[in-house]
């Protein structure tokens, strides 16, 4: 009796199952490699719309969405209407307890009278630790008080 025939194909079966499996398992941390470095650079893109005397402060969207636990930077465009010196900027995100409101600002720069300017804001990762849905306020001020605002949504997942 020749039983070494089905032994072999038993071994070679074996192989190309162990082979497959560990191409499976590269082709899967490949691709959780790449999404993981894809939904990292999720940000909001630059307003490609001018601040105008119309509207003053503008956002790609009235709707910002951060992920919990990770930086997020966005810009926003402001025009100057009746601002004199350097314009601040600011985002202010109170909430029902002190301790999770946050607040950022954006460098103060000079903005020509009838001229609009991009300011960008950073929200720092340790900023945001829980999902909600909050309103903030964006804020623009001058040296001498004068003061432009705009509430948008926050909504932190």
């Known amino acids: 009796?020749?039983?070494?025939?089905?032994?072999s194909l038993s071994i070679n079966a074996i192989?190309?199952?162990?082979?497959?499996?560990?191409?499976?398992?590269?082709?899967?941390?490949?691709?959780?490699?790449?999404?993981?470095?894809?939904?990292?650079?999720?940000?909001?893109?630059?307003?490609d719309i001018p601040a105008t005397a119309d509207d003053k402060i503008v956002l790609p969207t009235d709707e910002l969405t951060i992920i919990k636990n990770k930086?997020?930077?966005?810009?926003?465009?402001?025009?100057?209407?009746?601002?004199?010196?350097?314009?601040?900027?600011?985002?202010?995100?109170?909430?029902?307890?002190?301790a999770a409101e946050f607040t950022t600002t954006s460098s103060p720069q000079e903005i020509e009278?009838?001229?609009d300017k991009g300011f960008k804001f950073i929200i720092a990762k340790d900023m945001v630790s829980q999902?909600?849905?909050?309103?903030?306020?964006?804020?623009?001020?001058?040296?001498?008080?004068?003061?432009e605002s705009k509430q948008i949504v926050v909504v932190i997942r």
């Open 1 to 7: 009796m020749k039983k070494k025939g089905s032994l």
């Open 113 to 115: 009278p009838g001229e």
């Open 71 to 98: 930086q997020f930077v966005f810009s926003v465009n402001a025009y100057n209407d009746n601002f004199d010196g350097e314009v601040s900027g600011e985002l202010h995100c109170p909430t029902g307890t002190k």
């Open 131 to 147: 999902s909600e849905t909050r309103i903030c306020q964006i804020k623009f001020e001058d040296e001498s008080g004068s003061k």
């Open 15 to 47: 192989v190309i199952l162990v082979l497959a499996i560990t191409m499976l398992g590269l082709g899967l941390a490949f691709t959780k490699g790449m999404f993981g470095k894809l939904s990292s650079k999720l940000t909001v893109p630059e307003p």
